[in-house]
C-alpha cells in the first residue's frame, strides 16, 4: 500500500490550494477515500471523506462551503480542493483508505500574510 500526497504550498488567508493523492497497492476504486490534517500540537483530525463511487461526501463544520473533495478512480487519485483558507487551516494533511492501516507523509499547507 502506497499513499502520495501532494500539492501543499504556503498561500495567503483567503487564497486557494489543490491537493492530491495517489494510492496504489490496493484496489482504490473499492474504497472509501478520507483526507485528515493535523495541525501543530494538535491531534489529527477528519476534514472529508468520500464513498467509492463519489455518491456520498462528508465534510467537517469547519470546511463546509470552503472544501470539496473529489476522486478519479481510473487516476487512483483523491483530490481536496481547498477554497477561501484561513490559518486555522494550516495543518500537514493526509490521505486515508478505510480500514487501511497506513498514513503516507502527508503535503502540508501553511495559510499565513
Known amino acids: 500500500v502506497q499513499l502520495v500526497e501532494s500539492g501543499g504550498d504556503l498561500v495567503q488567508p483567503g487564497g486557494s490550494l489543490r491537493l492530491s493523492c495517489v494510492a496504489s497497492?490496493?484496489?482504490?476504486?473499492?474504497?472509501?477515500m478520507s483526507w485528515y490534517r493535523q495541525a501543530p500540537g494538535k491531534e489529527r483530525e477528519l476534514v472529508a471523506g468520500?464513498?467509492?463511487?463519489?455518491?456520498?461526501?462528508n465534510y467537517a463544520d469547519s470546511v463546509k462551503g470552503r472544501f470539496t473533495i473529489s476522486r478519479d478512480n481510473d487516476k487512483n487519485t483523491v483530490y481536496l480542493q481547498m477554497n477561501s483558507l484561513k490559518p486555522e487551516d494550516t495543518a500537514v494533511y493526509y490521505c486515508?483508505?478505510?480500514?487501511?492501516?497506513?498514513w503516507g507523509k502527508g503535503t502540508p499547507v501553511t495559510v499565513s500574510s
Open positions: 486515508r483508505a478505510r480500514n487501511i492501516d497506513y
Open positions: 497497492g490496493f484496489r482504490f476504486s473499492s474504497y472509501y
Open positions: 468520500i464513498s467509492n463511487l463519489s455518491f456520498n461526501k
